[in-house]
């Protein structure tokens, strides 16, 4: 995930927290989460198959 989603997603997650995201706001929010996730499973996988490689 870029660091660009990350604010993005940071910042939609404030506006879920206080109501004051848009229907089309929480949409995003959700496909930004499944993407984060998504990454972190990656990231997670991989180095169980590489348990000392750098990152």
Same mark, same amino acid.
Do not use: C, F, G, I
């Given at each position: 995930?870029?660091? =660009? $989603? @990350? =604010? %993005?997603?940071?910042? @939609?997650?404030?506006?879920?927290?206080? *109501?004051?995201?848009?229907?089309?706001? !929480? +949409?995003?929010? +959700? $496909?930004? !989460? *499944?993407?984060?996730?998504?990454?972190? %499973?990656?990231?997670?996988?991989?180095?169980?198959? /590489?348990? /000392? +490689?750098? %990152?």
């Amino acid at each position: 995930m870029e660091a =660009q $989603q @990350l =604010q %993005r997603l940071n910042t @939609l997650a404030e506006k879920a927290k206080t *109501d004051t995201a848009t229907p089309n706001e !929480l +949409k995003e929010l +959700k $496909q930004l !989460l *499944d993407a984060w996730n998504l990454s972190t %499973r990656v990231n997670l996988l991989s180095s169980a198959y /590489h348990p /000392h +490689k750098e %990152r």
